[in-house]
């Protein structure tokens, strides 16, 4: 199973960019998934997740109130709408799913997707 991340790209702070990470060949399976994010220089951190069903999320403080995770399981798609960007949220993207809510470890990662935000 792969999984393919999109939509990233240069955009000034305050703006927005939807994420969206497709799993290609087959279905997410019986996995959470989820975001994390590496900027220059840092480790990579978890940034936002989502059950198997889509009916509880989590999010890293750092986002929380603007961005938002989803799915939709139908087209085995997952996305993250990001709102009120900040030159901080500049990072590589990364999706991920996991057997574990928690997101301490994970099963599969897709490849990044670059965020640029500009001051």
């Known amino acids: 199973v792969q999984l393919q991340a999109s939509g990233g790209g240069l955009v000034q702070a305050g703006g927005s960019l939807r994420l969206s990470c497709a799993a290609s060949g087959r279905t997410f399976g019986p996995y959470h998934v989820g975001w994390f994010r590496q900027a220059p220089g840092k480790e990579r951190e978890f940034v936002a997740g989502?059950?198997?069903?889509?009916?509880?999320?989590k999010y890293t403080d750092a986002v929380k109130g603007r961005f938002t995770i989803s799915r939709d399981n139908a087209k085995n798609t997952m996305y993250l709408q990001m709102n009120s960007l900040k030159p901080e949220d500049t990072a590589v993207y990364y999706c991920a799913k996991t057997r574990w809510f928690d997101f301490d470890s994970v099963d599969y990662w897709g490849q990044g997707t670059q965020v640029t935000v500009s001051s």
């Open positions: 989502i059950t198997l069903s889509g009916s509880n999320t």
